[in-house]
């Protein structure tokens, strides 16, 4: 009683007081107070963050290519980029500088939230920003030459998910060093991912054996495709053939086909370094069945001075999360990559945007944790003992490392040839 009558004695004086602040914080304050709209606020983020996967031609399902295709999203589009899970970015900020950094700033985030919980305003055509210029085709430009699969790869009904290797001569007669390669699938519903080998006859090895070394890259969701700075190449060897590791991955019941291919573009200028792939792996785990944080680890010694360009972490459906991390001789370390939330989905690979070096005696040591259990939705089955292998269903743990070594100096070649495509097509 004596509560009530107290407020009502005193709501006269407070009425006042609170009508005052709350204008204070409902008034207007220029443009920052007023909702986002598409056309001024929104449009350039989906340009930046979103358009490079979400336009025609590439995997992803849907387009964000104008309002009438983002407007629908809205809703799912603010709830995935609250939660980071897009734009695909898996390294954990507090741990390293990347040049290939997708995340968005907490100010684009913000706005995004804002825009959606107004109802997605359109706003005035006339502020939408320039389209952005996007590369019809190869991301690398026409290349100078395609390779091509010689005929389709038939994937049955019954097949769901397979590995398989295709081989691809290359008909050079000359060793030639390469500045920029993409992969291309030639069905991007049933392909998962390309790893592309480049194989050559080695001197001591018998006639018909053929020795993989490192690659030209590949293709797999938001992975793009390899593009050298001048004065770096990777290494295509006369009589060399290119091995393609094809992952399938589609619905029972659908028969499809695919002929993938592969682009490059020389080096037109000589290349001082090559560019290399050393791989930080395990490949003789066991987890049990149904553990949910099984842990792996793996460790690799390099014997040169080495300059480190970039770090791809590696799992199948039940990788939970990886760290790599530098020992150097003195005995310091060093963090490299934290990826606290590994994504299968994505295969991405981290660019640093300062290249390290690294001294001879160095050991890059990879831990990583698995997720066995009940509990992860993506499991194939919690019950089974999984060991390495290929299929999805099996597991991997590799953290490749792209470096050059310090002291190595070449001497380039300036290719001139013409496109063509080498192994089928028209």
Same mark, same amino acid.
């Given at each position: ?50 358009? #490079? ?17 983002? &407007? ?45 919980? =107004? ?31 010689? =005929? ?9 998910? #397979?590995? &398989? ?14 500045? =920029? ?56 060897? =006369? ?155 099996? #597991? ?11 002291? #190595? ?18």
């Amino acid at each position: 009683m004596f509560q009530s009558t107290f407020v009502r004695a005193a709501r006269p004086a407070l009425s006042l007081a609170l009508v005052a602040a709350l204008a204070l914080v409902a008034a207007p304050r220029g443009a920052a107070a007023a909702a986002p709209t598409y056309s001024l606020d929104i449009a350039p983020i989906v340009q930046s963050h979103c358009q #490079e996967c979400h336009r025609p031609g590439e995997a992803v399902p849907m387009t964000f290519m104008s309002y009438d295709e983002v &407007r629908p999203w809205a809703k799912s589009i603010r709830k995935v980029v609250e939660a980071r899970e897009m734009p695909p970015w898996g390294a954990d900020p507090a741990v390293g500088h990347w040049k290939n950094d997708r995340r968005m700033s907490e100010d684009e985030v913000r706005t995004i939230s804002r825009w959606a919980a =107004a109802g997605a305003p359109q706003g005035d055509s006339a502020d939408l920003p320039e389209p952005m210029e996007w590369t019809e085709g190869w991301k690398i430009g026409e290349p100078d030459m395609i390779f091509e699969m010689t =005929a389709d790869e038939v994937l049955g009904d019954e097949l769901v998910d #397979e590995y &398989r290797y295709v081989t691809i001569k290359t008909g050079l007669t000359e060793d030639r060093w390469i500045q =920029a390669a993409e992969s291309r699938p030639g069905n991007s519903d049933v392909v998962h991912h390309i790893i592309v080998f480049v194989a050559s006859f080695g001197e001591n090895r018998p006639r018909g054996e053929e020795a993989l070394s490192s690659g030209l890259g590949g293709y797999a969701p938001g992975l793009p495709p390899v593009i050298l700075p001048e004065g770096e190449g990777l290494y295509l060897p =006369a009589n060399s053939s290119l091995v393609l590791q094809m992952h399938y991955n589609k619905e029972p019941g659908v028969t499809a086909t695919d002929r993938s291919s592969v682009g490059i573009k020389f080096a037109t200028a000589p290349v001082q370094k090559r560019l290399r792939t050393v791989p930080v792996g395990n490949m003789r785990f066991v987890i049990p069945p149904g553990a949910p944080d099984h842990k792996v680890v793996a460790n690799e010694t390099i014997h040169e001075n080495i300059t480190v360009r970039g770090i791809m972490p590696h799992m199948h459906l039940r990788g939970k999360d990886m760290q790599v991390t530098a020992r150097f001789p003195d005995g310091s370390s060093k963090r490299l990559l934290s990826v606290p939330k590994y994504d299968f989905n994505w295969q991405l690979s981290y660019v640093f945007d300062q290249p390290l070096q690294v001294p001879a005696g160095t050991q890059f040591f990879a831990t990583a944790h698995f997720d066995n259990s009940a509990d992860n939705p993506d499991n194939p089955d919690p019950t089974a003992e999984v060991r390495w292998g290929l299929p999805t269903y099996a #597991e991997m743990m590799f953290a490749f490392m792209s470096y050059t070594i310090d002291d #190595e100096a070449l001497n380039g070649i300036d290719p001139s040839i013409k496109a063509e495509t080498i192994g089928g097509g028209e």
